[in-house]
């Protein structure tokens, strides 16, 4: 896989997922991760829904992003956060489902995980780490922190990323993504938006306040 790929790919885990802050313990059953398909009720018939699981947490996304040679980070620190952000740490197991849905020129992607034991966060890099800036060769791009909605006994944040590429021919692709994550302790709901690509048309605008919406039904829909 090429370098620009190998980054867009990563995306959910380097710059498009969020910096979610430590959540809330306590005792609770554990969560059906399929409660999250009650929230395709919510669009209507110009939206397009596809669900998977419930199934094993994949491991692959699970611990630090594997990074293509030569990218860096600014500041410099901040490599270790940026490759590990809003992902789980190796070697935890449990449930997830994923909902994706399609709409308005916009997919959202929502994933709900029921982890055997809480998902730690460094909150002292995510406070230093507030942007972070890469570049690989041709590829350059940032990660920065947004507003996330407030939930109930949980903890939230988001991130807006955008990556540029000059390809072969000089011509430059961009690729935009807002993330935004809630961690409940030993669970965890997040939701990317990002513009669905259509041939020969500009990208659309992404709608961050409807991905925002989508992750407080989602955790809602998880505790009820």
Do not use: W
Not at 118 to 125: C, E, G, L, Q
Not at 153 to 182: C, L, M, N, P, W
Request: proline share 6%; glycine share 10%.
């Amino acid at each position: 896989m090429s370098v620009h790929k190998s980054l867009i790919v990563s995306s959910v885990g380097l710059m498009l997922c969020a910096q979610a802050l430590t959540g809330c313990g306590g005792g609770h059953k554990p969560y059906d991760t399929t409660k999250l398909f009650n929230i395709e009720s919510s669009f209507g018939s110009d939206f397009k829904t596809q669900h998977q699981g419930p199934k094993d947490i994949d491991p692959k996304i699970l611990g630090p992003q594997k990074m293509p040679p030569g990218v860096t980070f600014d500041p410099s620190d901040c490599a270790d956060y940026a490759a590990s952000s809003g992902r789980p740490p190796k070697g935890i197991r449990g449930k997830m489902s994923m909902l994706s849905i399609n709409g308005n020129g916009n997919q959202f992607v929502a994933i709900a995980m029921q982890a055997d034991s809480d998902i730690p966060f460094d909150t002292s890099a995510a406070e230093k780490c507030k942007h972070v800036s890469f570049q690989a060769g041709k590829l350059t791009g940032y990660l920065d922190e947004v507003d996330a909605p407030q939930i109930d006994k949980a903890k939230t944040s988001g991130s807006h990323s955008e990556i540029e590429v000059t390809g072969k021919d000089g011509q430059q692709q961009s690729r935009e993504s807002y993330t935004f994550t809630a961690y409940l302790g030993d669970a965890m709901v997040q939701v990317t938006a990002t513009p669905t690509p259509v041939r020969g048309q500009p990208a659309a605008m992404v709608d961050a306040d409807r991905a925002r919406e989508i992750l407080v039904d989602a955790v809602s829909a998880l505790r009820s």
